[in-house]
């Protein structure tokens, strides 16, 4: 149960692409099509963005998309805006448990 | 509209227990699986338990194995996690998240409650 790999920070200007991504393994991400993506504001709690890697929950801007290859799942979130500006967090289904990533804090410049 | 409230968290000295309580409102709870989610202050997030809509399936992190116990009441709509033998690194916001998929655990989690604090100090 090791945690996801993703990078510690992004950021972008706003209108443009950002892509953030998360590295798991043959055992986790590459294995199952069970990638979900959350978004954090401070204090605040997680909300869910993507789901089975590529699925947008009703209400979640199509700005949002996710993708995935072999153990490397990815969010790309276009036309930044402001409030995008948010920790986001990857997950995987592991067998039997869930893996998050250490979480990505994009900053919109 | 979906509602999940936690509640129990609090001081506890290492060795100690606490129980976790989370209250679900809007929804057929009896029909989705639950979980909970802890994030350390200033941390991510981190997978500590699930479990099925009839507590078939029981799932734990290991980080947490044989020392919490996650169960449901569907009855009275109400998720739990009873903790023993508490640690320092426990000391978390702990969330109840409900599984999205009816029927079925997709591993994903589409409500969240607000979160309750554990602290484990001397």
């Known amino acids: 149960q090791s945690a996801l790999t993703q990078p510690a920070s992004v950021s972008g200007s706003p209108g443009q692409s950002i892509t953030i991504s998360c590295t798991g393994t043959?055992?986790?991400?590459?294995?199952?099509?069970?990638v979900s993506w959350y978004q954090q504001h401070p204090g605040k709690a997680p909300k869910l963005m993507i789901y089975?890697?590529?699925k947008r929950p009703s209400g979640v801007s199509n700005r949002f998309s996710g993708s995935k290859s072999g153990n490397t799942a990815s969010l790309t979130i276009s036309g930044l805006q402001a409030e995008d500006e948010a920790d986001y967090y990857c997950c995987s289904y592991a067998g039997s448990s869930t893996v998050f990533g250490g979480g990505t804090k994009l900053t919109v410049l | 509209e979906v509602q999940l409230v936690e509640s129990g968290g609090g001081l506890v000295k290492p060795g100690g227990s606490l129980r976790l309580s989370c209250a679900a409102s809007?929804?057929?709870?009896?029909?989705?699986?639950m979980n909970w989610v802890r994030q350390a202050p200033g941390k991510g997030l981190e997978w500590v338990s699930s479990?099925?809509?009839?507590?078939?399936?029981?799932y734990y992190a290991d980080s947490v194995k044989g020392r919490f116990t996650i169960s449901r009441d569907n009855a009275k709509n109400s998720l739990y996690l009873q903790m023993n033998s508490l640690r320092a690194e426990d000391t978390a916001v702990y969330y109840c998240?409900?599984?999205?998929?009816?029927?079925?655990?997709?591993?994903?989690?589409?409500?969240w409650g607000q979160g309750t604090l554990v602290t484990v100090s001397s």
């Open positions: 479990i099925s809509s009839s507590s078939s399936y029981i």
């Open positions: 998240a409900r599984d999205s998929h009816q029927y079925s655990s997709g591993w994903d989690f589409d409500y």
């Open positions: 043959s055992s986790d991400v590459g294995s199952y099509n069970l």
């Open positions: 809007g929804f057929t709870f009896s029909s989705y699986s």
């Open positions: 089975e890697v590529s």
